[in-house]
């Protein structure tokens, strides 16, 4: 009807999402017009995948917007990582959030530029940032580095100031040094990356409010 032709896609498929994901009886028009098919399950599923990689890393401001939500999250966390570095803070910190949170912090790190996960984060999708210390015997790591990896896959090189460090790398005679660093990125380039996003002698505040001027 009028109605479910009103809904955005993505409430659509997340009712069909929780009908898949508990192996259920897809639903059936309550008159008996007929019921949701695989096919067509599937096709609210790929809409919605295009739905939120336009939402939160479309490039006429969806990309921006994610950066700014997300950088008062990115900012604790690279205080918690800047104390973890320096022998105090927390060992293990464990965040949640609704998969509206977990795009745009994929996004903002520069995760969605890959396709593969420029999509809707799937149920209990994770985002993990690890913390990796000196360790001189190996000659691999020179001061804190991180590595960050989204439902078990490294994508710390997609992280744009982090990817700058890969480029030199030669995949045809790659070593274990070369892997590392495709893997790990310094703390301080990371840090100096996403407190960068804010320009010199402007605040959060004002960044929001002169992107929301542009959009009107």
Not at 52 to 57: I, S
Not at 129 to 152: A, I, K, N, T, Y
Not at 168 to 191: K, M, R, S, Y
Request: with cysteine; charged share 20%.
């Amino acid at each position: 009807g009028h109605e479910a032709r009103q809904m955005p896609v993505t409430q659509v498929a997340d009712v069909l999402y929780a009908h898949a994901c508990h192996e259920m009886r897809l639903p059936c028009a309550e008159r008996g017009t007929g019921c949701v098919t695989g096919a067509m399950a599937s096709r609210f599923f790929r809409l919605g995948d295009d739905a939120y990689c336009a939402k939160y890393n479309g490039l006429l401001g969806g990309l921006r917007a994610s950066q700014l939500a997300m950088f008062p999250l990115l900012k604790e966390i690279v205080e918690r990582l800047q104390a973890a570095s320096s022998g105090g803070g927390e060992r293990l910190v464990l965040l949640s959030g609704h998969d509206t949170v977990i795009a745009q912090l994929l996004a903002a790190l520069g995760g969605m530029t890959d396709a593969r996960h420029c999509r809707w984060p799937p149920y209990a999708s994770r985002c993990v940032v690890e913390l990796w210390r000196p360790v001189s015997s190996s000659g691999l790591r020179h001061g804190p580095q991180l590595r960050v990896l989204f439902d078990g896959v490294v994508v710390t090189h997609l992280i744009p100031e982090c990817a700058q460090r890969a480029d030199g790398i030669d995949a045809t005679t790659i070593t274990q040094v070369g892997v590392t660093n495709l893997e790990l990125c310094p703390l301080e380039t990371f840090v100096k990356g996403v407190l960068g996003r804010i320009p010199p002698g402007s605040t959060f505040e004002a960044e929001c409010r002169a992107d929301q001027g542009q959009a009107l």
